[in-house]
């Protein structure tokens, strides 16, 4: 029988990066979903698709999830987007396109199959509310805003045309508000999730807190 462990939360809250430490330190499988809905924009973006025609244009969208060298990537096509999907113009459509029931649907079986057959540690904005309702651990993982867009100005600041802080953080409380307020699956805590906020908290110490949270729920 499996375990899975659904980790939610906004934007620039660490769930990747804190995700993956968890899932090495106890030998999991990491899900990032949130890099799938990412390519998925980025395919929309590159290939200039229009709302109606996504139905039948992502059919040809081929993402998946492969381990090269050790760490997940993901790829479109057999072309790794890995560095392609975390700009900011990417997240916003990425926030504005997962909304859509289809563009959902595509990727809920890919991601549900995953997890009944692995132990996995999954992260995204409605885990534990959706895709992993029955999870075995849930939580809920925030900062402020403004730590956020701290995070991830520090993560841009050296790469071509990084924008300025004051544009990531309206960037980010622009997206909390779409993913708060979108009518399909919207971002909110489950009601059995465990708050842990990580603004004060170093990535080691989040990660450590969270282990303590699986291993206390799990018996482990």
Do not use: W
């Not at 987007?81 to 890919?110: C, H, K, N, Q, W």
């Amino acid at each position: 029988m499996s375990i899975n462990i659904a980790i939610d939360g906004p934007a620039g809250a660490g769930k990747s990066t804190i995700a993956k430490m968890v899932s090495a330190e106890l030998g999991y499988i990491y899900v990032d979903t949130g890099a799938l809905y990412r390519t998925i924009a980025l395919f929309i973006k590159e290939n200039n698709i229009s709302d109606e025609n996504i139905p039948t244009e992502i059919k040809k969208a081929d993402v998946s999830l492969k381990f090269v060298d050790g760490t997940q990537k993901v790829f479109l096509g057999d072309r790794d987007v890995s560095g392609f999907i975390r700009t900011p113009e990417i997240s916003m459509e990425a926030s504005r396109t997962s909304a859509m029931p289809v563009v959902r649907e595509y990727l809920f079986d890919t991601q549900q199959k995953i997890a009944r057959e692995n132990n996995v540690i999954m992260d995204g904005r409605d885990i534990g509310t959706v895709v992993l309702p029955n999870a075995d651990v849930k939580i809920f993982l925030t900062a402020t805003p403004e730590e956020r867009a701290n995070r991830r100005y520090k993560e841009l600041a050296e790469k071509p045309n990084c924008p300025c802080y004051e544009e990531i953080l309206s960037d980010i409380i622009e997206r909390d508000h779409n993913d708060m307020n979108r009518s399909v699956a919207p971002l909110k805590q489950a009601d059995d999730a465990v708050l842990v906020d990580t603004t004060y908290l170093t990535l080691q110490q989040s990660a450590n807190e969270i282990i303590r949270i699986i291993n206390e729920k799990t018996g482990r």
